[in-house]
């Protein structure tokens, strides 16, 4: 199977503009959940999504929000870009979602920057 | 909310030497533990993991203990090699979201 796949690979921004990431799970997973990796604030989660439902919702401003499709690819929007939003954006699969004993499996991330 | 502290930050061992990693977590009723390996460039990669029900479960070269009563588990890594050289990651689940700790970076000289 085709792992996760994430895209663009690297992006680069202007403060105030808007962006979108792209995930592709791994084929028969329908969950896919958004995490922000930074240098000060480690691996933090963003949301969940499950079957086209946000599931599960992280400490995130309402700039960051996402979406997912009946094909279980998900996006995530930031919108109104701000310095600090420059990280690496990673999304992880899993065939039922984050509930106990569920393996999530991540894609290779997308690398912000916001200039 | 759940709370995920690890130790060490980063960790020096020569090639054939052992490696262990420590994770403490807050909310009793986390019930999933797994650990990533994460390189450079790359994104986290599932290594090993372990159920509340489960005292210690060993793939190959590594290892994970659990002790539910301290709430801590631990990596172990038998017989280091360059390529163990990475950042990993313990995390616990809670309300169905993975915390994770801080990391550690283990460096393997040969």
């Given at each position: 199977?085709?792992?996760?796949?994430?895209?663009?690979?690297?992006?680069?921004?202007?403060?105030?503009?808007?962006?979108?990431?792209?995930?592709?799970?791994i084929s028969?997973h329908?969950?896919?959940?958004?995490?922000?990796?930074?240098?000060?604030?480690?691996?933090?989660?963003?949301?969940?999504?499950?079957?086209?439902?946000?599931?599960?919702?992280?400490?995130?401003?309402?700039?960051?929000?996402?979406?997912?499709?009946?094909?279980?690819?998900?996006?995530?929007?930031?919108?109104?870009?701000?310095?600090?939003?420059?990280?690496?954006?990673?999304?992880?699969?899993?065939?039922?979602g984050?509930?106990?004993?569920?393996?999530?499996?991540?894609?290779?991330?997308t690398?912000?920057?916001?200039? | 909310?759940?709370?995920?502290?690890?130790h060490?930050?980063?960790?020096?061992?020569?090639?054939?030497?052992?490696?262990?990693?420590?994770?403490?977590?807050?909310?009793?009723?986390?019930?999933y533990?797994?650990?990533?390996?994460?390189?450079?460039?790359?994104?986290?990669?599932?290594?090993?993991?372990?159920?509340?029900?489960?005292g210690?479960?060993?793939?190959?070269?590594?290892?994970?203990?659990?002790?539910?009563?301290a709430?801590?588990?631990?990596?172990?890594?038998?017989?280091?090699?360059?390529?163990?050289?990475?950042?990993?990651?313990?995390?616990?689940?809670?309300?169905?979201?993975?915390?994770?700790?801080?990391?550690?970076?283990?460096?393997?000289?040969?």
């Open positions: 199977k085709a792992g996760v796949t994430q895209t663009p690979r690297y992006l680069i921004k202007t403060r105030g503009q808007q962006v979108t990431l792209s995930c592709s799970p028969g329908r969950s896919v959940s958004w995490y922000q990796q930074t240098p000060g604030q480690g691996l933090q989660f963003l949301f969940e999504y499950f079957s086209e439902t946000q599931r599960n919702k992280g400490n995130f401003p309402g700039r960051f929000s996402g979406r997912q499709f009946s094909n279980s690819r998900s996006e995530m929007n930031v919108s109104t870009l701000e310095l600090g939003d420059s990280a690496l954006y990673l999304c992880a699969s899993g065939d039922q984050q509930g106990a004993n569920n393996e999530q499996f991540f894609g290779p991330g690398r912000l920057t916001v200039l | 909310g759940e709370n995920v502290e690890q060490p930050s980063t960790l020096s061992v020569q090639e054939g030497d052992s490696a262990v990693i420590k994770c403490t977590y807050s909310d009793s009723a986390s019930n533990f797994p650990w990533y390996k994460q390189e450079l460039g790359k994104g986290p990669q599932l290594i090993i993991d372990i159920r509340s029900n489960v210690e479960k060993k793939d190959q070269r590594i290892a994970v203990t659990l002790n539910k009563t709430k801590h588990f631990s990596l172990h890594i038998t017989e280091t090699q360059p390529e163990d050289s990475a950042v990993y990651f313990c995390a616990a689940i809670r309300f169905q979201k993975l915390v994770f700790g801080t990391g550690t970076r283990l460096l393997v000289s040969p």
